[in-house]
């Protein structure tokens, strides 16, 4: 945590500097292919005009997982993942099925603790309801359902998620020290909203479901309310603030090019706990996701499927997964027809329809850049 919170700091002061200055400085195979492909500048040029139009921060990685080519927009910066998180906790999942330590038809019980706000229809299950991991698992990546997610990372173990996303990343020769501390989602609120108070650290999911009602501008007095504080002993001056301040921390936060790595490892393989089976089943779920129609996926068009995970947060969002193209037999031995691991994360405007407009205009700078290989 401390070497990560050390790069951390000095990667912030990277996000000042402008894309063409990013130092590739790594040395995995594909960085070492050439990246003077025409279709780099064509897309540099189209996602810096949807950056200027979006009025925040875009970052893209994608990378051919046939070729090695990999193309970053300001993708050694940290970002705020979100939800794409919810990947390796799947991942852990799978591993603990194939090594016969767990069962998707295994039932856990919710409890009253495991409520967190968010999408998703565990909420809608009383307490004391077994729910299977096969459930959990297909609500917490295709409708992003926190409260699945936080079940099963009960089920399997923080520390365990930790070290399958560290191992995801090392499987293609990437760095996991560019991946912060993944947490439980009820985490990340008690570390927001700590950040006005430390006495909002022992809050409930119940409690943050309740604080969810009110809009983000009068959240400071409710939660002071809630505390039987007042308003002037917080630590910061609203939501922005403590959510800027909470993301400094480091937790669930990366670089967009770590997590490519990590997603790459579905596609390559390279590690003996998860075989190909495991790993077909995570992204055939990750196919149906529900809540990303109008992100990467609207962008790329339907010549494309895209197994993938979203995330939003507050004026954060970010779409992540493997695209395959649809080609004839013939076209099939073309290294340039992928697949790819692509990553996207934006920064900025408070509305979620902005952002996702933002992505679905980075899926079409791709698709017709010649990013995603031709027709």
Not at 269 to 286: C, F, K, P, V
């Amino acid at each position: 945590m401390r070497q990560f919170k050390c790069w951390l700091a000095a990667a912030l002061v990277g996000v000042l500097l402008p894309a063409s200055a990013t130092v590739w400085a790594n040395t995995n195979w594909y960085y070492e292919v050439d990246k003077q492909s025409p279709w780099q500048g064509d897309l540099d040029a189209r996602i810096s005009a949807i950056e200027d139009v979006f009025g925040g921060a875009l970052g893209v990685y994608v990378q051919n997982l046939a070729t090695g080519e990999a193309y970053a927009w300001q993708a050694d910066a940290p970002w705020y993942l979100a939800s794409l998180i919810k990947v390796p906790v799947a991942a852990q999942v799978l591993a603990e099925r194939q090594a016969g330590t767990l069962s998707l038809d295994e039932r856990l019980i919710l409890a009253r603790s495991d409520f967190v706000d968010g999408a998703g229809p565990v909420n809608w299950h009383d307490p004391g309801t077994p729910i299977s991991v096969r459930y959990l698992l297909e609500q917490m990546l295709t409708v992003s359902d926190n409260t699945a997610t936080d079940m099963l990372i009960d089920r399997v173990g923080l520390n365990a998620v930790n070290a399958r996303a560290r191992r995801m990343i090392a499987a293609s020769n990437g760095q996991p020290e560019h991946l912060g501390p993944i947490s439980k989602l009820v985490d990340v609120r008690q570390g927001v909203y700590g950040q006005w108070h430390p006495g909002a650290r022992q809050l409930s999911g119940l409690d943050f479901i309740a604080l969810r009602q009110y809009g983000v501008n009068q959240r400071s007095a409710a939660l002071a309310r809630v505390l039987d504080v007042s308003e002037e002993s917080f630590g910061q001056p609203d939501y922005d603030h403590a959510f800027d301040a909470y993301e400094a921390t480091g937790e669930n936060v990366g670089t967009l090019r770590a997590y490519g790595d990590l997603l790459a490892s579905l596609h390559r393989g390279g590690m003996e706990d998860m075989n190909a089976e495991q790993r077909q089943t995570l992204l055939g779920i990750m196919q149906r996701t529900q809540s990303g129609e109008h992100r990467l996926k609207r962008g790329m068009g339907r010549a494309f499927t895209f197994a993938h995970k979203t995330g939003t947060q507050h004026r954060r969002s970010c779409d992540a997964g493997i695209a395959s193209r649809e080609v004839l037999a013939s076209q099939e031995s073309r290294a340039g027809n992928g697949p790819w691991v692509v990553v996207a994360c934006t920064r900025g405007p408070l509305s979620v329809q902005a952002h996702e407009r933002a992505l679905a205009k980075v899926g079409e700078a791709l698709r017709y850049s010649g990013a995603l290989g031709h027709d």
